[in-house]
């Protein structure tokens, strides 16, 4: 049974000493337990099993050592560094000492359709939620006491079969990890960064798996990443087509703000086209600027040459990353084609780019309460809670969460926000 009622725990003997926030290197430190579900062809998904973090044993013939058989959720430092297949969601401490999950079902539905990519086993989302709230209820002292801090999750889906064969596997295995993190960058959480923009490289094509969190997609990334750090910028801007369309920056999803060809103000990024990541944190920023409603927001194709014309004219006001690890980051430089752009970012405040971050870290910590709109496909909740010190298997309102669906979906979902808020 896959069922997370039938979590096996096995609790560590001895606790590691938690590191001062303000010390951690953004996914080097690991917490005291991880999560594993083995699935293979013959018997389906086995129990869940959560017990003392330890080194993984794969037999030499996996497929995913050959083939980057592996969709998962975090950066993962542990066993394949670069050849991995990732999400990533985080866990916040609430100015009220509750734990939350930032909209993760996005993160489970976005995982799923990376494992179908993969020919990996199909799963279900909400019971893997429910593990990894278990998991983050053992772990929930690793959670930092700090409003810069967090605790990245980092489930991980890799084929394990012992076997040569270009397949679809018939063993798996589902992992999840946990790493108490800071800023992203080392050069603070609210530097501007500087970016690299060459077409020699390709990140994703149409028809490929830009859309997707595999891991060859990342790993073949580092030798321009390289190169972009040896030209004397800190990311990848990753180009596409002839007319270099401007996709994503490194791992982060990309954000225009500027007055338009028409003169409009607006909130430009790229589509979501299949070449694009659908970003849990993208989404986030486009839903919350539209209930603004002071801009145009739009999803749409932006090239090297929008933007140099825009730059030439003084249209651009400012530009940012935005993802799961950084939350937003803002930009100050691009080199094209030997030249040096200067963004303006900072020179307008930023504005706009404050103000996001600031908006969405006080959800993410409870400082405010928004609402988004329902997800597309399911109905699942956005933000989890634990109460501190609770066993999460028993809080009520987690059942309440569990039970969203169709009409009883709004209401549902205030109940939980009012409960988060006066809790």
């Not at 019971?127 to 489930?155: F, G, H, N």
């Not at 999840?176 to 992203?184: K, Q, R």
Request: aromatic share 10%; charged share 20%; hydrophobic share 40%.
């Amino acid at each position: 049974s896959s069922k997370a009622v039938d979590t096996v725990i096995e609790l560590a003997p001895t606790l590691m000493e938690k590191p001062i926030p303000s010390s951690l290197v953004f996914g080097t430190v690991f917490t005291d337990h991880m999560l594993t579900i083995e699935w293979t062809c013959r018997e389906g998904w086995h129990k869940p099993c959560i017990g003392p973090f330890k080194n993984l044993s794969l037999h030499p013939a996996s497929s995913t050592l050959h083939y980057a058989v592996e969709p998962v959720l975090l950066l993962c430092v542990v066993l394949f560094s670069t050849v991995q297949l990732f999400e990533g969601l985080k866990a916040y401490r609430g100015t009220d000492g509750q734990i939350r999950l930032f909209r993760p079902m996005l993160n489970m539905e976005r995982m799923l359709r990376s494992a179908c990519r993969a020919s990996l086993p199909n799963f279900d989302k909400k019971e893997l939620l429910d593990c990894i709230r278990k998991l983050v209820e053992i772990e929930q002292e690793w959670v930092p006491y700090s409003d810069t801090a967090s605790l990245y999750i980092r489930p991980t889906f890799i084929g394990t079969e012992p076997s040569l064969g270009v397949k679809k596997p018939s063993q798996a295995l589902l992992y999840v990890i946990l790493s108490p993190v800071g800023s992203y960058f080392s050069t603070g959480s609210f530097n501007p960064v500087s970016l690299w923009a060459d077409t020699k490289y390709i990140r994703a094509w149409k028809g490929g798996t830009g859309d997707c969190k595999l891991g060859g997609n990342y790993g073949a990334s580092i030798y321009a990443q390289d190169e972009a750090m040896e030209a004397g910028c800190q990311q990848v801007l990753w180009l596409y087509g002839e007319n270099h369309q401007i996709t994503e920056v490194g791992t982060m999803n990309l954000f225009l703000y500027w007055t338009n060809e028409n003169g409009e103000e607006e909130l430009a990024t790229p589509p979501l086209d299949g070449v694009i990541l659908p970003g849990v944190t993208r989404q986030s920023i486009i839903e919350l600027s539209k209930k603004w409603g002071e801009f145009k927001v739009s999803e749409r194709y932006l090239t090297m040459e929008d933007l140099s014309t825009a730059l030439n004219e003084e249209r651009v006001k400012e530009m940012f990353g935005s993802g799961t690890a950084c939350i937003v980051v803002p930009v100050g430089r691009i080199l094209y084609k030997e030249e040096n752009l200067h963004i303006p970012t900072m020179e307008n405040g930023p504005k706009l780019t404050t103000r996001i971050l600031k908006q969405l870290t006080d959800i993410q910590v409870s400082r405010v309460l928004f609402v988004f709109p329902p997800p597309p496909i399911s109905f699942e909740g956005n933000i989890i809670c634990f109460p501190k010190k609770m066993k999460i298997w028993k809080c009520p309102f987690l059942k309440v969460l569990d039970v969203f669906s169709g009409d009883c979906y709004l209401y549902l979902r205030i109940l939980l926000f009012k409960v988060v808020t006066i809790m």
